[in-house]
């Protein structure tokens, strides 16, 4: 199985980083990612995350598209509830042409409470994945039935209309057929969401910070598969982490726990979860007391960080934990600022070019 190396950018950035300079920032890092030898680019969307202020990864793929040769690139994801389906599809379509078919389309049904409150929806839960569901079945739809047709949904009513005048007619069918690559992300423990990637034969994207539930995404995966009849596929997996490699473990740790991913956990995604009730998915083991969840913990026990040589063996024991996956994403943190910026790069590379070979040549 060949393994992929990604980025996965959150996208991830302090409240006080100006947007305009956030955005560029990001484009570099892809710029540095497709030279180095990365296989995938992910950007996420949120809507009410000042943390997390890329609301529209479409457009920073498109501009990317100008300015890379051959990394792929995709949402991740598009909150599939708040747009109509048949937008997004010829959004996407447009995409893989322009990018000459490197396009994947990372999709979510959306769990930031405050977007439901922007969209006028006071927590979905289920309803938000029926949503979801109903919006993938729709894009299918368009991409790969001619018409016409009509769908009649419990959230979208969508027809595919017979030419009309002559000239007016459905066109925009994606460059890669019979469509781009679609994947989901899920983050729960045995998450629902990425039941619905093996019910549709899309990518499941796991976004873990610890190591426990994985296990249990690729449970919820080939459940949904079976029920449909699938038979799920472990080289569509991808597995989001935080990487950092640097010439040994001692500095690695420091750049971690001292520097941009250490602030982003203690200031943000940990007070977070921790509001939420969900600090238990940074833990390992789960009777562990809430004060034990530390980014020096995490960052030593659960990420890939250290040395070349560390973060391989790191990379091989999850590969072989899990039963097997066909890729890694590494979180993409703000590093713009100068004392941090070219350790971030320099890691980004040891990852592509050092651990990455040592992995796959342990794994063939």
């Known amino acids: 199985m060949t393994i992929q190396l990604g980025g996965f950018f959150m996208p991830n950035h302090p409240p006080e980083r100006a947007l305009v300079d956030a955005h560029e920032w990001d484009l570099k890092v892809i710029e540095h990612l ?20 890329i609301v529209a990864p479409d457009i920073m793929i498109a501009q990317a598209i100008t300015r890379t040769r051959k990394i792929r690139l995709g949402p991740g994801g598009h909150l599939l509830p708040y747009y109509n389906p048949a937008v997004l599809a010829h959004r996407i379509a447009y995409l893989d042409h322009l990018s000459g078919g490197r396009i994947m389309f990372g ?8 977007d439901w409150r922007l969209f006028d929806y006071v927590n979905m839960g289920e309803h938000n994945r029926e949503k979801a569901q109903e919006a993938v079945e729709i894009i299918l739809k368009i991409w790969n039935e001619p018409g016409p047709w009509e ?46 990637a093996g019910q549709y034969g899309l990518w499941p994207l796991s976004i873990a910070f610890s190591h426990r539930h994985l296990l249990s995404h690729w449970q919820s995966v080939a459940e949904g598969a079976e029920r449909a009849g699938l038979t799920a596929d472990r ?11 640097a010439q040994t473990d001692d500095e690695a740790l420091r750049q971690v726990v001292d520097g941009p991913i250490g602030r982003a956990f ?13 600090i ?45 996956f066909g890729g890694v994403l590494a979180t993409v943190f703000d590093h713009s600022e100068p004392q941090y910026e070219a350790a971030w790069f320099e890691s980004l590379r ?5 651990v990455m070979p040592a992995v796959k040549a342990r794994l063939a």
Not at 177 to 188: D, E, F, K, T
Not at 235 to 245: A, E, K, L
Not at 266 to 278: F, N, Q, S, T
């Open 107 to 114: 999709i979510s049904t959306g769990g930031v409470p405050t």
């Open 151 to 196: 769908y009649a949904g419990k959230y979208w009513n969508i027809s595919l209309p017979e030419p009309m005048f002559g000239s007016l007619q459905y066109h925009m069918k994606p460059l890669q057929q019979p469509h781009p690559p679609l994947a989901i992300a899920g983050l729960s423990p045995k998450s629902p969401t990425l039941n619905v």
């Open 266 to 278: 203690d200031e943000y995604l940990m007070p977070l979860w921790k509001a939420a009730g969900l």
């Open 280 to 324: 238990n998915a940074f833990k390992e083991d789960p009777s562990d007391p809430d004060d034990s969840v530390t980014v020096e913990r995490m960052a030593r026990d659960a990420w890939l960080v250290g040395s070349p040589q560390t973060v391989a063996d790191k990379f091989v024991e999850l590969y072989r934990y899990t039963g097997g």
């Open 235 to 245: 080289s569509t997996w991808r597995i989001n982490t935080p990487v950092y490699v």
């Open 350 to 354: 040891l990852m592509a070019q050092d």
């Open 34 to 53: 497709d030279t180095i030898g990365f296989d995938e680019a992910w950007i996420g969307e949120h809507f009410t995350a000042p943390w997390e202020p």
